[in-house]
T-cell receptor, first 111, second 114 residues
């Protein structure tokens, strides 16, 4: 079983739609969680950190449920520019800042 | 303020050959991590360098080796290339080993093994 698993996608949604991505992790020692965005043939870039209390950044909301080992990302009012691959990432305590990536979920927003 | 830079951007090699990829960390960063991203997959951790020593290693064979220089730049070497080594190789830098230090990724080197 992979340490971080995501919905495979792709998600094809119209502009203005709300879309949710899910992710689960298997190692309960995981300390921190993130969502990264990766555009085609580019490097991953940090989108936002994920906290148990939930956090919001504009149209993006991330949530962590440690009991269920589940992470989510909600994108409201999708824009064409949101089209990208979204990577769920875990970092384990004492792990020397080693990031464990999911395979990514591809989002395509169309007019 | 220069970000993470990597060279070359693209590389084509033949099976059995050896390759060296280079990374310069973001200004002020002293820790470099390398990741391999195969097509359709997320990046996989190869190893991490700090104070010119390999501090942590992922599940990669000894064909993958690295080095960090006094100026914090780093090299990734892969010997006896396989077709399966074709991937995007990403370098990420951070400030120290602290697990709360954000990693910044370079644009990557796309390696094709034929």
């Amino acid at each position: 079983r992979k340490e971080v698993e995501q919905d495979p996608g792709p998600f094809n949604v119209p502009e203005g739609a709300t879309v949710a991505f899910n992710c689960t992790y298997s190692n309960s020692a995981s300390q921190s969680f993130f969502w990264y965005r990766q555009d085609c043939r580019k490097e991953p870039k940090l989108l936002m950190s994920v906290y148990s209390s939930g956090n919001e950044d504009g149209r993006f909301t991330a949530q962590l449920n440690r009991a269920s080992q589940y992470i989510s990302l909600l994108i409201r009012d999708s824009k064409l520019s949101d089209s990208a691959t979204y990577l769920c990432v875990a970092r384990f305590s004492g792990g020397y800042n080693k990031l464990i990536f999911g395979a990514g979920t591809r989002l395509a927003v169309h007019p | 303020d220069a970000g993470v830079t990597q060279s070359p951007t693209h590389l084509i090699k033949t099976r059995g050959q050896q390759v060296t990829l280079r990374c310069s960390p973001k200004s002020g960063h002293d820790t470099v991590s390398w990741y391999q991203q195969a097509l359709g997959q997320g990046p996989q951790f190869i190893f991490q360098y700090y104070e010119e020593e390999e501090r942590q290693r992922g599940n990669f064979p000894d064909r993958f080796s690295g080095h960090q220089f006094p100026n914090y730049s780093s090299e990734l070497n892969v010997n006896a290339l396989w077709l399966g080594d074709s991937a995007l190789y990403l370098c990420a830098s951070s400030d120290g080993l602290a697990s709360n230090s954000e990693q910044y990724f370079g644009p990557g080197t796309r390696l094709t093994v034929t």
